[in-house]
């Protein structure tokens, strides 16, 4: 027994390091495959055109502020009591420079575009506007100026177009325009005269063209009220009238572009309502008849643009209605026809321009 177990151990000897060896091989094959899956470093990752390739995520963007309102100004880091509040000169695309007293903003306040031009600047109590403030644009030209009180716009305001060019100046109180204020065009043309009352367009009203007089009545509470006149670019004026509350009401008359009157008649809560006259270029009456809101309705009569008479006949809700009679200019009796609901109904009748009956057209 002895000898049989010495003969055994040579061959236990050998399983075990064949056994071992197979063990090792798969830890290396797991290690190999291992290695595989995991990413390369940064230094070994190419790009298509072998260029390195980094492993860092890219820059937040940050838009560009539209406007220099401090409520789209970035808020700043929590700051010790009367501590100086800067943000690094290489944020982008803007920077804000100001102080806080108690947390709130305190004393003068600046802000700079992108590109270094100064945006704003602006005066604060107590976290409130208050004094004089100034906008730019990003090309340095100023576009806003005026003074605040208590966080509201008060006193004389003025603003500029993007090149610097005068755009508009009046006065505000308590946040809202009142008294005169003028606008102009970009050209330095004026644009417009205009009175508020606490916000609202209120009193005498006039606008222009770039080459002369455009429109000119009134206003209450922000309404257009009374009598107002249009005028054309050429000078001629194209329609007068008069508004209640913002809307057309009583007697207008319209012209043609060469001053001509063109249509007379009267307009009830904005449509045309009562008796109407249209007129042809030359001024001879083209068409007269009734309109009750905003359509035709009742009798028409219709005359050539030498005044000879055309015949007519009834209308209802701007359609043909009922019997229609037409005329040659001598006079004579061109057709009779009856209508409903704009069409042809029934029988027809036709003659020439001496009398004779013909057959009417189809």
Known sequence: MEVSMKLMWPVVLVSSLIFCSACKKKEESATAKSKAATPAPVSAQKTVDNKLKSDKAPAPTIEKESSPKLADTPKAAPVKANQKAETKPEDPPTRTEGALKNGMKEGTWTHWHHNGEKKAEEFFKKGKLEGKRTTWGDHGKKQSEGLYKDGKKVGKWSYWH????????????????????TRWYRDGTKHAEENYVAGKKHGAFTDWHHSGIHSKGSYQNGLKHGKW??????????????????????????????????????????????????????????????????QKNGMWTYWDDKGANKGGGAFKNNQREGPWKLLYPNGKTRKEAMFKNGKNHGNQSCWDNKGNSVSCPK
Do not use: C, L, M, R
């Open 162 to 181: 993007e090149f610097g060019e005068k755009k508009e100046t009046g006065s505000y109180k308590n946040d809202q325009k009142k008294g005169a204020w």
């Open 229 to 294: 006149s249009y005028w054309s670019e050429k000078g001629h004026k194209n329609e007068e009238g008069h508004y209640q509350n913002d809307k057309k009401d009583g007697q207008w008359v319209q012209w043609y572009t060469d001053g001509k009157k063109h249509k007379e008649g009267s307009f009830k809560n904005d449509k045309k309502e009562g008796a109407w006259t249209i007129f042809h270029t030359n001024e001879k009456k083209e068409a007269e008849g009734h309109f009750s809101n905003d």
